[in-house]
């Protein structure tokens, strides 16, 4: 849809509204309205994704980075600290590649907000945008309020 209606809306292409996780030690993490979640790879509501972006392997175990999801959940990454433009799954995602890799996810992905705020539309719809809370499902990471 977003390939249909940006031009028209923005001013500007848009290939996607791009939702993101990384999945790592068999599971697939990601952050929305409720917090930090887990699910097996590709099991969110969204289903499969459109594409995936290999950022390579990690060495950190899944023991130590577990703890490190905890410490998000409890500061960073909570769910009162979701915000659609600002704060969502891409910049968690980003966080999270950077920690295990070293690795930032795209460009294009993380600087959609800021293109679409740049737009006249995009400015009037951001109050409705801001309001709402995406949340896909999922297992919640322990140590959230």
């Known amino acids: 849809m977003a390939r249909q209606l940006s031009p028209v809306m923005l001013g500007r292409q848009l290939y996607g509204i791009w ?5 790592v030690h068999g599971k697939e993490f990601f952050y929305g309205g409720a917090g ?10 969204l289903g499969d994704p459109d594409s995936v972006v290999d950022l390579g392997s990690t060495e ?21 600290k979701y915000n659609m433009f600002e704060h ?3 910049t968690f995602s980003n966080d999270v590649a950077q920690f295990l890799t070293g690795r930032k996810i795209p460009s294009y992905i993380t600087d959609l ?5 740049s737009t006249p539309f995009g400015q009037a719809l951001r109050p409705l945008l801001e309001s709402m809370a995406v949340n896909p499902g999922g297992n919640n990471i322990p140590g959230q309020r």
């Open 19 to 23: 939702h993101t996780g990384v999945v």
């Open 36 to 45: 930090i979640n887990h699910c097996p790879p590709s099991g969110t509501i």
């Open 60 to 80: 950190v175990n899944e023991d130590l980075f577990m703890e490190y999801l905890a410490s998000l959940a409890e500061s960073t990454y909570s769910g009162d």
């Open 88 to 90: 969502n799954c891409n």
């Open 113 to 117: 907000p800021s293109e679409i705020l």
